[in-house]
């Protein structure tokens, strides 16, 4: 079985602090790109953050225009994905989930193959 397991989400105030990390398990990932996304009620799923696979000879990261500057992603080992988020805003309020694509890294949700059940992140003003 594959899993993506989200986790590090919580309440907190603006201009905040969160760590979220997605951990894989059932199969290796390093070979596959590794992306967030996050949806609000109301809201479409949105990107967030991709970046390409671990093994990859030039790493690649690349951040919506909404999170740029805020959020980092990062990638410690094959399975596992971080995406660390600074300056929280009450906006930035969603669930986040992580996903993988066997292509390199994407902003489109349909081409990722696996996904997280996802974890709350609420953002107080």
């Known amino acids: 079985q594959v899993q993506l397991v989200e986790s590090g989400g919580g309440l907190v105030q603006a201009g905040g602090s969160l760590r979220l990390s997605c951990a894989a398990s059932?199969?290796?990932?390093?070979?596959?790109?590794m992306g967030w996304f996050r949806q609000a009620p109301g809201k479409e799923r949105e990107f967030v953050a991709t970046?390409?696979?671990?093994?990859?000879?030039?790493?690649?990261a690349y951040y919506a225009d909404s999170v740029k500057g805020r959020f980092t992603i990062s990638r410690d080992n094959q399975n596992t994905v971080a995406l660390q988020m600074n300056s929280l805003k009450p906006e930035d309020t969603a669930v986040y989930y992580c996903?993988?694509?066997?292509?390199?890294?994407?902003?489109?949700?349909?081409?990722?193959?696996?996904w997280g059940q996802g974890t709350q992140v609420t953002v107080s003003s």
């Open positions: 996903a993988a694509s066997r292509l390199v890294a994407t902003t489109t949700p349909s081409e990722y193959n696996y």
């Open positions: 059932g199969r290796t990932f390093s070979r596959y790109a």
């Open positions: 970046t390409s696979w671990s093994g990859a000879s030039t790493y690649y």
